[in-house]
């Protein structure tokens, strides 16, 4: 107890004096941190009951720890670096040194004590979204509870009432501190893991940012004119593929963090919404759609059968969003010749090169100069040559004859590996660093 | 009969030419006008099918009378002063003094006869959204009726062949009234009062403007640049709460009229969408929600059991819109060292205050000057300090151990009292004025 | 066999080297090409299985040859002229001469065959939106397939595996193509014809345009601030409406590939959804509904018996999508007074003339110098006056007493005629012209 009490005396992660009674005798676990992007194996449960657990698109499950009967998990709020795709890095805000945060995982009944620390350079909140909890651990700073300040820790305690899909973020400064990337997933699983149980289930968030051409911070007062449109914080081609065996029924969970809808169209394959924010939707209550609307704040749990073997885009369907960033207010030269323009601009700018007289699907074979820090705009390259896409697309890869251990893929993309961790070989996963206490 | 023909000839409230026919004996009813913003005590029929009133938030109810078998009503269609909240009055269209108009109100069955007089500078009409009607009711200038031209009045008359969730709103120069304010809620209880009864039943419009710091009047061309997101014409902290005993059966009544999407989110609870401006939404059709897009031109009633007490946040759920006005283009300023040069910009502008290096969480604690007639961007204080909120948000407050006559409000905001008055001994509703005829 | 080698060497459409093998023994069936954007009667089919066609809003249906078991299109995507009204022509890109492209018609089990020769300045794929299929069929360009260069026919063969409202569109340089008009409705008819069988069949697709007033063709990179707004990139009051007999049952089906959401309502009926781009939505599933939200890449075929006689609006509730192009920054003028301003830039300015003081009703009434190809932004006159519309706004004429082949329209508007083509006795449909081989 005094070596708790002499830790929290002398380190930057200290108890708010009003928060004290909260943790009592608990000691705060350790917060896991990350340093990498790529999809992390899932980790099976060595404690506590049992479920197949989600595979994060780019992203990993916070580790946690049972102490008399509660799972304990430690998030860290903090600023953080984030690889869009190789090329680009944003200086973001995250937890536990990505954006967007670990998921949290856990099951129907489970009781969770959260610890979450503020190393953001003002005060923040967690609220979690689309549970049902006791009002004190809703997380709205402010209304609930006291924000809690840079150094101090908070503790949420409550019992997992139904499973589903959910998130977490700030309700504190909230337009800023989404726009700078503060979110992550909540998965509860089923108590009964035959209930809603599927082969495949991936994860992830959409979150948009305004990052000017050779900057690293996002403008936070952005509206509408957003120009990294991104899954889990990255763009296309550095979205891992969902690699699945043919056969498999496969969910995908995907929740909404911007400013605007977002269309979500899987090409080769009818789809349900199954689940919702608010819980699974009846059988009787579900349509038959190619492509979902997830308005912002929302949750969509999509479930299908792999039954068409093949590399199936999945991505928004607003075509701006399938786009790296470009400035929107350019002027359209289809249709004009500009070749005695181009003469003579380049008798004043040597570098000068006319574009988009005949579309811009040219624009992906281009070696234009690019500022720092900055991504081509359409990029990727398939079998076939460019895909001429980037923001919110990736592949669902359909392959038959592939069992447990067994997946060839192509190898035509990054990241061939890992992505369906549960039946594959996979590499060890990185190690996990920790937070110094 | 002769003073009504005297009276029609000396007022500006003239009947048109045309239209003198159409009220035959009938003389028009008093035109009640409010100059509050209040949510005022719903009104229990005293004459006609019975029903329980809906609480139209910061709104009332139009007042009518029966005449041979037909409810009549009386809209003004006229320029008005709306408070946002206290420190910021619109200079906006509305019905009866205010905007959104006073809620209509009456019983599946019902045969209504609708007075409209335009006291506006230019021509009007009136659609009723949702509707099933004669076609020459459907209020669409130019299709199905002549315009109603300042200083007429044009006479509506229809049965109500369904209950649920309507709205009334101009087709005539529709952008640009509606972008005044230029709304009002339509409801039609159900003829059986027990079908699809509720404990209490609240409703609003969702309006969107444009509104320059330190002006008055909206810009009513814009498309997608609004600074003023509001339910019923109010902002954060100004929206009244929603106050509901533990254990009540809840409904709320949401439309939009805005230029976009408004995913409407609830902290604490699980809701159904149960009906549209179409009507009931079937059991087996009802999805789980914590979160409905309400489209532009959509109503949606959703409905939860209050089972947790506690202030649960109600509000959109893009950040945008839980903010007062603002700059969307402001440049971020986030790990910025901004010290050296505010020294420097103070030698030439004594008041400059550097803002926005650690985010924008203190804005809120600033005083800033601001323009005449503009609010704080984040705003609204709670038991645990800022809320940090503006725009469309309030709080639904579920109150243990109340009954009908005992609310305890704890009083830390605005309007603690008769948002609920159903069950409430409340203040005297504030007189209603007449319009002088 | 030779004729056929002849024919392609000779040519401006060559099959690629890549692809004759596809092409085998095929010959290459004429490709039709409209020069007109009227609504065109609906074509029966007069070989395969039977069905009802549906009526394309100011479009048309190609026709198709069977060849051993094979339904054989031939697309041609290219430059085309659209008019979006009379008074204004789109520089766009399309298919077979106008845009959208031609409807494509087939039933359930066919075995279509489509070549596609691109006669565009760039190259092109064409992805069959919702239908499943080999992935190698599914046309995004750079992973299913190699892109189609200018001058080349590619073939797609597949078999329709489900009823339902399809489209086609580009998946190659996509933001720019679909930007640019490249888009058609694919629909496919049940096997068993009595299987959601309607009277009358409508369906269009809504594209968005950003064209500066006084130029021809669209601003590609704009994002949000479109100006045209359209069915079928037909504006109001040029897009034909739809009549039905009083009773009938009706479906509308809508497809939206804009950069945002659509919210479509109808005046006077209550509809359900009974179709997505994924197929029908189940009876337990559905709701009433008078608006529906039509996202980014959907489509929905709504439902409903027209039992209600008249003239009812059918729009888009966005109320900037019912206007022509217009400025959306220009400041409000309401409630100021001009007339000292205006004799003084009158001395300047001749033709000066301030409006909006009251509102912009006026706008209808006034005959403004408009630049060339530039539309009024509020238009169109029905039988009472103008209706201030424009974009995304139609009527439906529900008629009674009206049978097959005696359609009396009243005639207020254009295209009285030919738009329910199942019963009526039309003018002969305008030839259709053949590309030269």
Not at 27 to 50: K, L, N, Q
Request: glycine content about 10%.
């Amino acid at each position: 107890m005094v070596s708790r009490r002499h830790f929290l005396q002398n380190s930057s992660l200290m108890l708010g004096a009003a928060l004290v009674s909260k943790v009592e005798a608990a000691s705060i676990p350790e917060a896991a941190v990350m340093d990498s992007s790529r999809t992390h194996t899932p980790i099976f449960p060595a404690s506590g009951r049992p479920y197949q657990p989600v595979v994060t698109l780019n992203g990993w499950t916070l580790p946690w720890r049972m102490k008399n009967g509660w799972k304990e998990f430690h998030l860290v709020s903090e600023p953080v670096e984030r690889e869009f795709a190789a090329g680009m890095v944003g200086h973001l805000w995250g937890y536990n040194g990505q954006t967007p945060g670990p998921t949290i995982e856990a099951v129907e009944g489970d009781k969770v004590r959260i610890f979450v620390t503020n190393k953001l350079p003002e005060h923040t909140a967690v609220h979690w979204h689309g549970m049902l909890l006791p009002c004190g651990m809703d997380g709205v700073g402010g209304l609930t509870q006291p924000q809690i300040k840079p150094g101090q820790t908070f503790v949420y305690e409550f019992e997992l009432k139904k499973s589903g899909t959910f998130m977490y973020h700030p309700h504190a400064d909230e337009m800023v501190q989404m726009a700078m990337g503060m979110m992550g997933l909540f998965i509860v699983h089923p108590k009964n893991p035959r209930f809603m149980a599927v082969d495949r289930d991936f994860a992830f968030l959409i979150a948009a940012y305004d990052i000017d051409p050779g900057t690293y911070t996002p403008r936070v007062n952005t509206m509408t004119e957003f120009n990294m449109w991104t899954f889990n914080s990255r763009v296309f081609p550095a979205i891992d593929p969902m690699v699945v065996a043919l056969g498999d029924k496969v969910r995908i969970r995907v929740g909404n963090l911007t400013m605007t809808n977002h269309p979500i169209h899987l090409h080769g394959h009818t789809f349900e919404v199954t689940g919702t924010d608010g819980g699974w939707v009846p059988k009787t209550a579900r349509w038959p759609e190619v492509t979902t609307d997830v308005a912002v704040g929302q949750m969509r749990a999509i479930e299908f059968h792999a039954d068409a073997a093949g590399d199936w885009a999945f991505h928004c369907h607003k075509s701006h969003h399938t786009m790296n960033a470009m400035g929107h207010a350019v002027p359209t030269l289809i249709g004009a010749n500009t070749r005695d323009l181009t003469a003579k601009i380049k008798q004043v700018a040597q570098g000068y090169m006319p574009m988009g007289e005949t579309g811009m699907a040219d624009m992906s074979d281009m070696n234009m100069p690019l500022p720092a820090n900055t991504l081509p705009m359409m990029t990727g390259t398939g079998p076939f040559g460019s895909l001429e896409m980037g923001g919110m697309f990736t592949v669902l890869k359909v392959r038959a004859g592939q069992a447990a251990g067994n997946y060839q893929d192509p190898g035509w993309y990054q990241h061939p590996k890992g992505t369906v961790a549960r039946l594959v070989e996979d590499e060890p996963a990185e190690p996990v660093h920790r937070h110094e206490k």
